[in-house]
């Protein structure tokens, strides 16, 4: 961890969960931080907490959903300096239900969020740490990249998070040897507003067999916590591995 004291970090999706999780481990490793998210209050917040754990933070409130929001935020970022870790955590799991039933300008709003962001962002960053020959690139993913048949109902989800993937896999292959890595985290099955969001659907909306299957996630306790996944990505964030998909699981153990 030691080579990540110093370093600033930008953290999408900021402002709850994972992000704000992620972002307060990295603040505790010695990370100044870049928070970014559609919630003002929410980023206030977590900024608070960054500063408490005495290091320093700024906020960027964009919809990154939005492709106005999403140039303008690219084009500030590409003339920063001094971003030298990225977790790009903001995501949608909408549009869900049956594929008749899925409009399309839903799906191009979650492949812009999901995806087109996340290129968007790495670009715009890239030439900072490839000039200092040291970088961290981390996309959030999910493990049902993996096994996109066992979310029946999320279709849109699962096609988003396989194109991320595979947009890490080939960035990490074009970087080798630069100092920076890219790298895929599928953080596990998490207490977060998205899964709360899911067990409050209608069952007929989205799927009876995949809504009783968070709910019993929830009732049987089966649910880590997002500082528990958070702990587990920071771990991994210390080494110089690159190309891989991180799990929960696969996190060197604490020494």
Avoid: C
């Amino acid at each position: 961890m030691s080579s990540l004291t110093g370093r600033t970090a930008l953290v999408t999706g900021a402002g709850r969960g994972i992000g704000r999780a992620t972002a307060l481990a990295l603040a505790q490793a010695g990370v100044d931080l870049i928070l970014l998210a559609r919630s003002r209050d929410q980023l206030s917040s977590v900024a608070d907490e960054v500063r408490y754990l005495g290091r320093t933070a700024s906020t960027v409130v964009a919809d990154l959903s939005s492709l106005e929001d999403l140039e303008r935020t690219r084009q500030a970022l590409a003339q920063a300096e001094g971003i030298d870790i990225v977790v790009n955590n903001a995501a949608t799991i909408t549009p869900m239900g049956a594929m008749t039933s899925i409009e399309t300008n839903d799906v191009l709003s979650a492949m812009v969020l999901n995806v087109v962001a996340v290129t968007a962002l790495n670009s715009a960053l890239l030439p900072h740490m490839l000039q200092q020959g040291w970088g961290r690139i981390v996309n959030i993913s999910s493990g049902l990249a993996g096994r996109p048949a066992d979310f029946v109902g999320g279709n849109t989800y699962v096609t988003t998070k396989a194109a991320l993937e595979a947009h890490t896999i080939n960035l990490a292959a074009e970087i080798e040897h630069t100092g920076i890595t890219a790298n895929i985290y599928r953080p596990g099955i998490v207490d977060t507003g998205m899964q709360a969001w899911i067990r409050e659907q209608d069952p007929q909306q989205i799927g009876e067999a995949l809504h009783e299957r968070f709910v019993s996630l929830h009732e049987e306790g089966n649910l880590m916590t997002p500082e528990q996944s958070a702990d587990a990505l920071l771990r991994h964030l210390g080494s110089a591995a690159t190309g891989q998909v991180w799990t929960v699981a696969s996190a060197p153990a604490v020494t």
